[in-house]
């Protein structure tokens, strides 16, 4: 077929020759896609330091500099062309500001200084990228009330609210969740505002109660629950939450690469990854095997008491990757569809680096068990559908935005073939795609 795009949109598919045209490019033998969307990766968040205004980052502005510059070709790099951003922080405008980025959409965070992820915040400045904080007892006319917080997010331009139900990590449950009337104030506004409600929650009870307040998409896989067991069925408990999912028809989010990026980081060897090469700057990579970059490994170790790192790793890579993949195995069954988010970075890992994070949950994608076919679904038209943004995105369709990948290898024989990327398309614009490639 011939292809004709103008004005950043397609106009035109046909098996009759096109005459008129400014440039061509010659896909003859390759393989052309929607450029892919991950629907949970956060851009203000570097891989190893934390969202940019927290103490470690802040130490170390001109590695900042240096990642922020060529963040955007690296998700672009491994065909990323649409991002959600569920809590964009405040540094932001560093992406969006770029020449070369994909197109971005992002949430924000609806929380209140009880609730985490506030109350896990210990000093001022990492307190200060909440820039919607609700006070629950406010009435709705009031300053800080759920009602009038809502309407400031529509009104910034965000297509969805975040909102945070997470008692503790793993078992502990420590912390306050929102109360059953907030949630109650806060699905009727965002429902007035056309806002979706994405739900950060990967315990069996958290989901629970996500599922309870209405939400339009749950945000991590659901690793947080008894013993993983090869051979087992999951529980009937679970499985009974999953099917409130699929009749509600709530979106979900496996974020496997999460806990794939805590196991990883503790392997000594992560930091030679070859594929880290062509994505992040030299000069992170050399941070990341100094003593000071190890902090986050420490809190890990702490928090297994003493274990060895080996055994801190097959702890995540082995038993909540295989809860995970029996969730994703079900909602399969059932024919709900799944969505491409890789949650990158996850947390302050730097086993997790941009775009590579998006190709490597398509990756995981496949190891749950889904097709070649499944995963070209999730990472397109299922993203597009769950936001509502499929009259722009998600098929090779006239009227779409011409966003669009020309692959060597076809994608439907090899989940490898999303690696071998010979240009893409923004904008109905060719970039090569070694013109991404990080400069040394
Ligand atoms: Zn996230």
Redesign the pocket.
């Known amino acids: 077929m011939n292809i004709l795009i103008s004005d950043g949109r397609i106009t035109e598919i046909t098996s009759k020759k096109i005459t008129s045209y400014d440039h061509k490019i010659n896909g003859m033998g390759k393989f052309l896609t929607p450029g892919l969307m991950d629907s949970?990766a956060?851009v203000s968040s570097i891989p190893g330091m934390g969202f940019g205004v927290e103490p470690v980052a802040i130490k170390h502005p001109k590695l900042v500099k240096a990642y922020f510059e060529q963040q955007p070709r690296s998700f672009l790099y491994h065909g990323v062309t649409q991002i959600l951003d569920?809590?964009p922080g405040v540094s932001f405008n560093y992406f969006t500001s770029a020449s070369l980025r994909p197109d971005y959409f992002r949430c924000e965070v609806l929380t209140s200084k009880n609730t985490f992820p506030y109350v896990e915040k210990r000093d001022d400045l990492s307190r200060s990228m909440f820039t919607y904080l609700i006070d629950e007892n406010a009435q709705a006319t009031e300053e800080n009330s759920v009602e009038r917080l809502i309407a400031k997010i529509a009104h910034s331009g965000a297509s969805c609210i975040k909102l945070y139900f997470e008692d503790g990590y793993g078992n502990a449950n420590q912390w306050a969740t929102l109360s059953t009337n907030t949630l109650k104030r806060i699905k009727l506004s965002a429902k007035k505002s056309n806002l979706l409600i994405v739900a950060?929650a990967n315990a069996l009870d958290m989901q629970q109660l996500a599922l309870g307040a209405g939400v339009d998409v749950i945000?991590h896989g659901m690793w947080n629950w008894g013993q993983y067991n090869r051979e087992k069925n999951i529980p009937k408990e679970i499985s009974n939450t999953l099917d409130i999912m699929i009749n509600d028809e709530v979106g979900y989010m496996p974020t496997q690469r999460v806990i794939a990026g805590l196991g990883e980081v503790m392997l000594p060897t992560i930091t030679n990854s070859p594929e880290f090469s062509s994505i992040t700057p030299k000069s992170l990579i050399d941070w990341y095997r100094t003593t000071e970059a190890q902090w986050f490994k420490e809190e890990l170790r702490i928090g297994f008491d003493g274990m060895p790192d080996q055994s801190i790793s097959d702890a995540f890579l082995y038993g909540r990757i295989g809860k995970g993949n029996k969730i994703i195995q079900y909602l399969r069954g059932s024919n709900h569809p799944i969505l491409l988010a890789s949650?990158f970075p996850?947390s302050p890992s730097f086993a997790n680096q941009p775009g590579l994070t998006t190709y490597q949950e398509m990756k995981a994608m496949i190891t749950a068990g889904l097709s070649p076919e499944e995963v070209l679904a999730a990472a397109t038209i299922n993203n597009s559908k769950q936001f509502k943004i499929d009259d722009d995105y998600g098929t090779v369709e006239v009227g779409k935005i011409a966003n669009l990948l020309l692959l060597k290898a076809n994608p439907l024989d090899s989940i490898e073939s999303w690696n071998s990327i010979e240009t893409i398309i923004l904008h109905g614009k060719p970039i090569a795609r070694e013109s991404l490639v990080v400069n040394k």
């Open positions: 949970h956060h569920p809590n950060h945000a949650d996850g």
